[in-house]
């Protein structure tokens, strides 16, 4: 059983944007903006992470909440659209993605995650990489309904599938399928034009994340609508890039390991160095990988 430190072309041809600051987590990027995905599946930006919501008979579900600070002006705007908020999910315990929980839960919606992220969210914990500590959120932000696998519910007729990827990310990532309008949010599993965030403080690590990228792959299919933390809806071409990036960087951590070399040295190889155009700085990244990969040591291979 998981715990939690060992806690998924269009439209093809479509670019997900990369607007959003490289490594400010969460940063507001400008004025709410809605984009129709079809099929009663509307993407918000502009509060922080994308925001994913559903309209049924029944109301709204969302996928994440952008940051608090953005959370009043994300109500108006479903407000607006129509149909009470009912149910929440956080694809991981991050700000950007967990914003709008007091404001929900005190509205009385269901709020939905991995158990782990409801333990990060109660958590006093420090995040060394970020110099930041962070205190426990209040009891209307944690979510009510926890699950450690993944799977489904109806909601307004509509089937939701929820997805955990383990040790991503974070170690309670989740990623939310519409399979009827074959929709996929994945919150901060998936960047685009920047570099994915291993947090090796929450859980998170580049074999995660690699692993975590290849099963998304294999749940989507050309036409699929994949949604990702920042940026416009994307398809596989997306989640082959990363995939591309997460085993080649992955691989080459390994190496360096093997070879003895430390932090400064294995920069030093640039193992970064065909991704950086499209990328750009990978100073933040290649940290958090090699200290990141420093309890998975076994699983890298030809190590110890």
């Given at each position: 059983m998981?715990s939690?430190?060992?806690?998924?072309?269009t439209?093809?041809g479509?670019?997900?944007?990369?607007?959003a600051?490289?490594?400010?987590?969460?940063?507001?990027?400008?004025?709410?903006?809605?984009?129709?995905?079809?099929t009663g599946v509307?993407?918000?930006?502009?509060?922080?992470?994308?925001?994913?919501?559903?309209?049924?008979?029944?109301?709204?579900?969302?996928?994440?909440?952008?940051?608090?600070?953005?959370?009043?002006?994300?109500?108006d705007?479903?407000?607006?659209?129509?149909?009470?908020?009912?149910?929440?999910?956080?694809?991981?315990?991050?700000?950007?993605?967990?914003?709008?929980?007091?404001a929900?839960?005190?509205?009385?919606?269901k709020?939905?995650?991995?158990?782990?992220?409801?333990l990060?969210?109660?958590?006093?914990?420090?995040?060394d990489?970020?110099?930041?500590?962070?205190?426990?959120?209040?009891?209307?932000?944690?979510?009510g309904?926890?699950?450690?696998?993944?799977?489904?519910l109806?909601?307004?007729?509509?089937?939701?599938?929820?997805?955990?990827?383990?040790?991503?990310h974070?170690d309670?990532?989740?990623?939310?399928?519409?399979?009827?309008?074959?929709?996929?949010?994945?919150?901060?599993?998936l960047?685009v034009?920047?570099y994915?965030?291993?947090d090796?403080?929450?859980?998170?690590?580049?074999?995660?994340?690699?692993?975590?990228?290849r099963?998304?792959?294999?749940?989507?299919?050309?036409?699929t609508?994949?949604?990702p933390?920042?940026?416009?809806?994307?398809?596989?071409?997306?989640?082959?890039?990363?995939l591309?990036?997460?085993?080649a960087?992955?691989?080459?951590?390994?190496?360096?390991?093997?070879?003895?070399?430390?932090?400064?040295?294995?920069?030093?190889?640039?193992?970064?160095?065909?991704?950086?155009?499209?990328?750009?700085?990978?100073?933040?990244?290649?940290?958090?990988?090699?200290?990141?990969?420093?309890?998975?040591?076994?699983?890298?291979?030809?190590?110890i």
């Open positions: 998981l939690r430190r060992h806690a998924l072309a439209i093809s479509a670019l997900c944007a990369a607007a600051p490289r490594w400010v987590f969460g940063a507001p990027n400008g004025s709410l903006e809605a984009k129709d995905l079809g509307v993407a918000v930006s502009g509060a922080g992470a994308n925001v994913v919501t559903l309209k049924t008979a029944d109301g709204l579900l969302l996928v994440d909440g952008g940051l608090a600070s953005k959370s009043g002006e994300l109500l705007l479903l407000d607006a659209r129509g149909g009470a908020v009912r149910m929440l999910f956080n694809t991981s315990w991050r700000e950007g993605h967990t914003g709008s929980n007091e929900l839960g005190t509205r009385g919606a709020i939905a995650a991995h158990v782990n992220t409801r990060w969210l109660g958590g006093d914990f420090d995040v990489w970020e110099d930041r500590h962070y205190a426990p959120r209040p009891a209307a932000a944690l979510p309904m926890t699950f450690y696998t993944s799977g489904s109806d909601f307004g007729g509509r089937k939701v599938e929820y997805r955990y990827l383990p040790r991503a974070t309670g990532d989740v990623a939310v399928f519409f399979p009827d309008a074959n929709v996929l949010a994945v919150g901060a599993l960047a034009g920047s994915p965030v291993a090796y403080a929450t859980g998170g690590w580049i074999g995660g994340l690699e692993a975590a990228t099963a998304l792959l294999d749940a989507t299919d050309g036409s609508k994949v949604v933390a920042s940026g416009a809806a994307c398809g596989r071409a997306e989640l082959e890039a990363q591309k990036l997460c085993t960087v992955r691989e080459r951590v390994a190496d360096a390991y093997r070879r003895g070399l430390s932090f400064k040295e294995f920069v030093a190889t640039n193992p970064t160095q065909e991704f950086e155009a499209a990328r750009g700085d990978p100073s933040l990244f290649l940290k958090l990988v090699h200290k990141g990969a420093w309890p998975h040591i076994r699983e890298l291979g030809g190590v």
